[in-house]
């Protein structure tokens, strides 16, 4: 599926680029219009807003991931790649633009890339988002929100970088007049260059958007990297709850948690094989958490060859008191990133996966 969604993307990207060099053919004529020299600063500034897109795309692409890690990893993993390309896409801009020359092809050719965003990513983001974790990242919005922001954003980026007039053509007309006539007083150049206010607004609003940005992408890559174990600091929720597992020499998982729930509350830890036939029932086993922590094993030295996922479960039925008090009968009262929404409408749970290979 993500190989079907690259080659869509590319093909899309492809044909709206050829329509806006065939727009700008048009415009200019059979041949290029003269060169024009566009000035350092209007290039650097063209760069940095597509350097920016890039940027939310690469945000947007672990938004995807985020926000399909718990209920479809596949159409995450599709729409992250559609993020990627166009990412690559504008770095490639960013290149481009940064060269002296400035022709309508150009400006069409950037005008057309933001519309194929403005085409392409609302049509991912509806096909592919899932809910994601029930977990608020910076300023409270959920990966959902912020691979939408990501997709406004690089449509607004790039059509502001194919803005931008008062280029000089580069002529040996364009330099006859701008050669002062002969006893004429050569202008007087000031000891420092003018104070462009809308380059300073412009690098603030880009700084302020890096530096906004920047939390929420390195929270992003907590949770794909660490999931529910990601560092209190980073991801912060009620209650902590971290499993891992592994399997040793006798191919019996061993699965061991920390977390912050009060002692006595109730896990249940299920293991099943990715591959043997549905009617096969899961192995289940209840944990009990004391000191913090709480444990289980498999033994599935039966299984060589196998895919297992074991899944670490924890809602609020049949769960003591001092549970529900603490975070409610529905469990509306837990949050982080092992949150999820429970199978009873209304209902939240706590829930993560391990996934092992044993081999044959």
């Known amino acids: 599926m993500e190989l079907v969604f690259g080659i869509a993307f590319v093909v899309v990207l492809t044909i709206f680029v050829g329509v806006g060099l065939a727009v700008a053919s048009g415009a200019e004529g059979p041949d290029p219009g003269p060169p024009v020299r566009s000035p350092l600063t209007r290039r650097v500034t063209r760069t940095a807003l597509l350097a920016t897109a890039a940027y939310m795309a690469v945000m947007g692409a672990e938004a995807a991931l985020v926000a399909g890690s718990r209920q479809d990893p596949l159409t995450g993993r599709a729409e992250a790649i559609v993020f990627g390309l166009e990412a690559a896409a504008d770095v490639a801009l960013a290149a481009f633009v940064l060269m002296p020359a400035w022709t309508l092809r150009r400006v069409w050719v950037l005008r057309l890339v933001s519309a194929c965003w403005l085409v392409v990513g609302p049509v991912a983001l509806v096909v592919t ?118 399997v040793n020499a006798q191919d019996v998982i061993l699965v061991s948690g920390q977390t912050t729930l009060p002692d006595g509350a109730v896990v249940s830890v299920s293991a099943t094989g990715d591959d043997l036939p549905a009617t096969t029932p899961p192995a289940i086993q209840i944990a009990t958490v004391g000191g913090g922590q709480f444990d289980a094993s498999f033994d599935v030295s039966g299984l060589h060859g196998h895919a297992i996922t074991v899944v670490a479960s924890v809602t609020m039925r049949g769960q003591p008191s001092v549970v529900t008090q603490t975070y409610g009968a529905d469990g509306a009262a837990l949050s982080g990133p092992a949150v999820e929404t429970g199978a009873d409408a209304g209902t939240r749970v706590l829930q993560t996966s391990l996934h092992f290979d044993i081999l044959g």
């Open 129 to 246: 988002m899932g809910a994601g974790p029930l977990v608020s990242f910076y300023l409270g919005l959920g990966p959902d929100a912020w691979a939408a922001i990501s997709v406004v954003a690089g449509i607004v980026l790039v059509w502001l970088a194919s803005l931008g007039g008062g280029d000089v053509a580069d002529t040996a007309a364009a330099a006859a007049d701008a050669t002062p006539a002969a006893g004429a007083a050569l202008p007087v150049q000031p000891a420092l260059p003018p104070t462009h206010w809308r380059g300073i607004v412009t690098g603030l609003a880009l700084a302020v958007l890096v530096a906004s940005t920047s939390w929420p992408l390195a929270q992003f890559l907590g949770v794909n990297v660490l999931g529910a174990c990601a560092p209190h600091w980073l991801l912060p929720g009620n209650p902590d709850f971290c499993v891992t597992g592994r």
